[in-house]
């Protein structure tokens, strides 16, 4: 079993956000959940380095455009860096290897007679680099940029995506999961009842000539999305690199801006290719901020590394993954932040392990203990934490972050209400409770573990250690996380390791 999940390539026109964070923390959350599993992973992201809006943004920032792009690709790369994400390839589109790609393929849809010159008059956003219908605009104006497009005439090359209009549909409709959220799939369908125009797949050199040179015309580069959409092939070496074979087709995940780009114009692409559709498009909303969507001239762009500098990388991809149902725009703000670090982490789970650990420190010098016979309130701590992770295992890579993350907090929960319950420091006072004593410690410490392990893809630090504190260290995912998940993974003798607080509460004054 193989997995390959990319990323958007991002536009090197500005810094990077927590809206470009939230799409690679996922990403790079799903690329560790599956390697977990055991499967052969493979996790893409990078820049989009081509095209007008980029070579505008080098021309403000007085900067040649080669020098510029190179700037912000490095830029974007270290923000991932230091969010501990976890990409195999980082690709960049001015890389040789994807431009030679990409000139090769141009070479063969235009060889097969997909790609044509003609000439095409239409209504042109300068925002969005391309032409749009008078249907698609809202009043009169470009839906994304809300400003007037202008009226541009001119000869250019054609891909014939009309041609495959009834394939799509069919696509679609016959692969129900394909593209996902239901919603989505559903926005497509309806935008495909109409008839699909050509696309226009170039731009004369004379307008713009920061591209892709088409190889059978010089006098024209290739139209951004035309070059990018191929980055989730090149990267992997195609077309002779065994990766391809190995990890073809990909899991892409985007938001709701780009769906038209890889719902329309890539499937196409891919067909007139003569190769087969990706596996999957997961598509997800907003992250919107009490002034609105993020945008530098709102000036309400928050930054990544001053959001993980202030609250913790952790946290914050717990609360990218736990706050926002994917598929549904979310609100952004750091009071919600806060309010999840310190009910969640700092009450919730912080407390559970330090309790736990304190108590098998207390009563039993941090060793394991053995469990003896289950009395009806630990049979139950097992039945949950296994209907638990049966539903965790189902959810995460249904992309139901949210709803597996809740469920896992309930087993939290259980496990806060089963001490108060039990109620150790009772039974530490009576020497004939011991056997009851190390049951309950071992049944907390258990959990757990099965806590820690599920939550690696989550947060990575955090769940290690946890795995530390509970004696097991990196040995805990040794094995494929269904073996993980059985219930007496820990031994009984072994020695815990005592460790801070992993998630100090963010006090009011911080905020
Ligand atoms: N370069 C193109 C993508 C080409 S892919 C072959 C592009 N780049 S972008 O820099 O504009 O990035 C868009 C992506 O950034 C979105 O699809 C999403 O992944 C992420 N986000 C940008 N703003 C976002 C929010 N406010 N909320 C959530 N995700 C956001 O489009």
């Given at each position: 079993m193989?997995?390959?999940?990319?990323?958007?390539?991002?536009?090197?026109n500005?810094?990077?956000?927590?809206?470009?964070?939230y799409t690679?923390?996922?990403?790079?959350a799903l690329a560790?959940?599956?390697?977990?599993?055991?499967?052969?992973?493979?996790?893409?992201?990078g820049?989009?380095e081509?095209?007008?809006?980029?070579?505008?943004?080098?021309?403000?920032?007085?900067?040649?455009?080669k020098?510029?792009?190179?700037?912000?690709?490095?830029?974007?790369?270290?923000?991932?860096?230091?969010?501990?994400?976890?990409?195999?390839?980082y690709?960049?589109?001015?890389?040789?290897?994807?431009?030679?790609?990409?000139?090769?393929?141009?070479t063969?849809?235009?060889?097969?007679?997909?790609?044509?010159?003609?000439?095409?008059?239409?209504?042109?956003?300068?925002?969005?680099?391309?032409?749009?219908?008078?249907?698609?605009?809202?009043?009169?104006?470009?839906?994304?940029?809300?400003?007037?497009?202008?009226?541009?005439?001119e000869e250019?090359?054609?891909?014939?995506?009309?041609?495959?209009?009834?394939?799509?549909?069919?696509?679609?409709?016959?692969?129900?999961?394909?593209?996902?959220?239901?919603?989505?799939?559903?926005?497509?369908?309806?935008?495909?009842?109409e008839?699909?125009?050509?696309?226009?797949?170039?731009?004369p050199?004379?307008?713009m000539?920061?591209?892709?040179p088409?190889?059978?015309d010089?006098?024209?580069?290739t139209?951004?999305?035309?070059?990018?959409?191929?980055?989730?092939?090149?990267?992997?070496?195609?077309?002779?690199?065994?990766?391809?074979?190995?990890?073809?087709?990909?899991?892409?995940?985007?938001?709701?801006?780009?769906?038209?780009?890889?719902?329309i114009?890539?499937?196409?692409?891919?067909?007139?290719?003569?190769?087969?559709?990706?596996?999957?498009?997961?598509?997800?909303?907003?992250?919107?901020m009490?002034?609105?969507?993020?945008?530098?001239?709102?000036?309400?762009?928050?930054?990544?590394?001053?959001?993980?500098?202030?609250f913790?990388?952790d946290?914050v991809?717990y609360f990218?993954?736990?706050e926002?149902?994917?598929?549904?725009?979310?609100?952004?703000?750091?009071?919600?932040?806060?309010?999840?670090?310190?009910?969640?982490?700092?009450?919730?789970?912080?407390?559970?392990?330090?309790?736990?650990?304190?108590?098998?420190f207390?009563?039993?010098?941090g060793?394991?203990?053995?469990?003896?016979d289950?009395?009806?309130?630990?049979?139950?701590?097992?039945?949950?934490?296994?209907?638990?992770?049966?539903?965790?295992?189902?959810?995460?890579?249904?992309?139901?972050?949210?709803?597996?993350?809740?469920?896992?907090?309930?087993?939290?929960?259980h496990l806060n209400r089963?001490?108060?319950?039990?109620?150790?420091w009772?039974?530490a006072?009576?020497?004939?409770?011991?056997?009851?004593?190390?049951t309950?410690?071992?049944?907390?410490?258990?959990?757990?573990?099965?806590?820690?392990?599920?939550?690696?893809?989550?947060m990575?630090?955090?769940?290690?250690?946890?795995?530390?504190?509970?004696?097991?260290?990196?040995?805990?995912?040794?094995h494929?996380?269904?073996q993980?998940?059985?219930?007496?993974?820990?031994?009984?003798?072994?020695?815990?390791?005592?460790?801070p607080?992993?998630?100090?509460?963010?006090?009011?004054?911080?905020?």
């Amino acid at each position: 079993m193989s997995y390959y999940i990319t990323t958007p390539i991002y536009y090197v026109n500005a810094e990077p956000h927590i809206g470009h964070a939230y799409t690679t923390v996922v990403a790079d959350a799903l690329a560790r959940f599956h390697r977990l599993l055991g499967e052969e992973t493979r996790f893409q992201t990078g820049t989009d380095e081509h095209g007008e809006k980029v070579l505008e943004a080098a021309a403000a920032a007085g900067l040649p455009v080669k020098e510029f792009v190179d700037r912000i690709s490095a830029r974007f790369r270290q923000s991932w860096d230091d969010l501990d994400i976890s990409y195999d390839n980082y690709i960049r589109t001015t890389d040789p290897a994807h431009v030679r790609v990409v000139q090769e393929i141009l070479t063969r849809v235009h060889e097969s007679g997909d790609i044509y010159f003609g000439e095409y008059g239409g209504l042109y956003c300068f925002g969005c680099e391309c032409f749009y219908l008078e249907r698609d605009l809202v009043d009169g104006l470009c839906p994304d940029h809300r400003v007037a497009p202008t009226y541009l005439k001119e000869e250019n090359y054609f891909f014939r995506m009309s041609k495959y209009q009834d394939w799509l549909i069919d696509q679609i409709r016959t692969h129900p999961d394909w593209i996902r959220p239901e919603r989505y799939r559903n926005e497509m369908l309806a935008f495909l009842k109409e008839p699909l125009e050509d696309l226009c797949i170039s731009r004369p050199k004379s307008r713009m000539a920061w591209g892709i040179p088409l190889p059978f015309d010089d006098r024209y580069v290739t139209y951004v999305w035309f070059d990018a959409l191929i980055n989730y092939l090149s990267g992997l070496g195609y077309p002779g690199d065994k990766a391809y074979e190995k990890f073809w087709p990909a899991q892409h995940l985007i938001a709701k801006d780009i769906l038209k780009p890889h719902a329309i114009y890539w499937p196409t692409m891919l067909r007139s290719m003569g190769l087969s559709p990706y596996r999957r498009l997961n598509v997800h909303g907003y992250w919107q901020m009490a002034t609105g969507k993020m945008s530098k001239s709102l000036g309400n762009v928050v930054e990544p590394q001053v959001l993980v500098a202030r609250f913790g990388l952790d946290q914050v991809r717990y609360f990218f993954l736990r706050e926002m149902v994917f598929g549904l725009d979310a609100h952004f703000s750091e009071a919600a932040l806060t309010n999840r670090i310190n009910a969640d982490l700092a009450n919730d789970l912080g407390n559970l392990l330090a309790r736990s650990l304190g108590m098998a420190f207390k009563y039993r010098q941090g060793v394991v203990p053995s469990p003896g016979d289950p009395a009806p309130p630990d049979a139950e701590v097992v039945s949950a934490v296994q209907a638990m992770a049966a539903n965790f295992l189902r959810l995460f890579p249904g992309l139901e972050f949210a709803r597996a993350l809740a469920g896992l907090w309930e087993f939290i929960g259980h496990l806060n209400r089963y001490i108060v319950a039990a109620a150790p420091w009772e039974l530490a006072k009576q020497p004939e409770a011991a056997g009851r004593l190390d049951t309950v410690l071992y049944h907390l410490l258990e959990g757990l573990r099965w806590i820690a392990a599920l939550l690696r893809p989550v947060m990575p630090r955090s769940a290690l250690k946890m795995s530390e504190q509970l004696g097991l260290g990196l040995a805990l995912w040794d094995h494929p996380l269904p073996q993980v998940l059985r219930w007496g993974g820990l031994t009984p003798g072994s020695r815990l390791a005592k460790g801070p607080a992993l998630f100090p509460r963010i006090e009011a004054a911080d905020q």
